[in-house]
């Protein structure tokens, strides 16, 4: 049996790894701003640097028997039956209060590097920074990062939690984590809930992770074909 953690161990496992990322990425930005390179590859550097690596050790280290986390495909059939309601709410619901995000980032004065929209970070610039930019953001934000996200905090730290509610309570220490995105929190709180439900179903947590991954492509596609058209 997985025995839970306690509360300040659970908070420090969560905000430990953002704000490592975060600090990779406040370090690098500014300066590839004043080379007049893209900002957002500081992320990447974060992400593959930096976040997969150590979430994947704490994997190891907190993993609370040979079977966690459980990576075990569903049927197909189940498969499908989880994975269509869940993608269905992961990318439809975040719209009912993502309209709240320019708002907060007015609230939340940044400075003109901390920009992590691939569209705007690849705009204007020279072919070879362009491919850069998109290649690394399929790599760290569409596979490494979402995969290793819910290996660790779905697949381990979700089934620790001290809480009767750990869904929800995983999801907003999920916000949290994403501290180079504070106008983002309440749109990933609201993204990750339906993945920490489906992810505390037995082998749902390669549904949860397949959700993550399309939802972000997705993203990643509507952005750049909304570029192609302006």
Do not use: I, K
């Not at 049927?75 to 269509?84: D, E, F, H, I, S």
């Not at 290996?151 to 309570?169: M, N």
């Not at 990933?188 to 992810?199: E, G, Q, S, Y």
Request: proline share 10%; charged share 10%.
């Amino acid at each position: 049996m997985t025995l839970p953690l306690s509360w300040p161990r659970v908070v420090a496992l969560h905000l430990g790894p953002g704000l490592a990322g975060l600090a990779v990425f406040v370090a690098v930005a500014p300066v590839l701003a004043a080379a007049d390179l893209p900002p957002v590859w500081a992320m990447y550097a974060a992400v593959l640097l930096v976040l997969a690596p150590l979430e994947l050790y704490l994997v190891r280290r907190l993993r609370g028997g040979r079977d966690e986390p459980d990576t075990r495909w569903p049927r197909p059939g189940r498969l499908l039956r989880l994975l269509a309601p869940t993608l269905a709410v992961a990318a439809l619901a975040p719209g009912l209060v993502q309209w709240l995000e320019p708002g907060l980032h007015d609230l939340v004065p940044l400075p003109s590097w901390w920009r992590l929209d691939p569209v705007v970070a690849g705009a204007g610039r020279p072919g070879w920074q362009t491919a850069v930019t998109v290649t690394g953001w399929l790599v760290c934000f569409v596979v490494v990062g979402p995969v290793v996200e819910e290996l660790y905090f779905r697949g381990v730290l979700l089934h620790r939690l001290p809480t009767t509610r750990p869904a929800v309570a995983g999801a907003v220490l999920f916000a949290l984590y994403h501290l180079w995105q504070p106008y983002a929190w309440l749109t990933v709180a609201v993204f990750a809930l339906p993945l920490a439900v489906v992810a505390r179903r037995p082998r749902g947590l390669v549904v949860a992770a397949s959700t993550h991954v399309l939802v972000n492509l997705v993203a990643f596609v509507v952005l750049a074909v909304g570029a192609v058209h302006r």
